[in-house]
């Protein structure tokens, strides 16, 4: 994999890691899951876009 693809990668990780930790009262179990989900949507997303042309 390119290093594009790396990037692409690690952006909704690291965003979603920081966005998960960043509030101060316990996060609801069912909003932790749809934070997984939705990153996990965007890493097939961009694995898709940057394997399109191949």
Do not use: D, Q
């Not at 990668?9 to 009262?25: C, F, R």
């Not at 316990?26 to 899951?33: G, M, S, Y």
């Amino acid at each position: 994999m390119s290093f594009w693809m790396w990037v692409a990668i690690s952006l909704p990780l690291v965003g979603g890691t920081v966005a998960a930790h960043s509030g101060k009262k316990k996060t609801e179990r069912k909003h932790v899951i749809a934070l997984l989900w939705f990153i996990v949507a965007v890493i097939l997303f961009f694995f898709w876009w940057f394997n399109r042309g191949i």
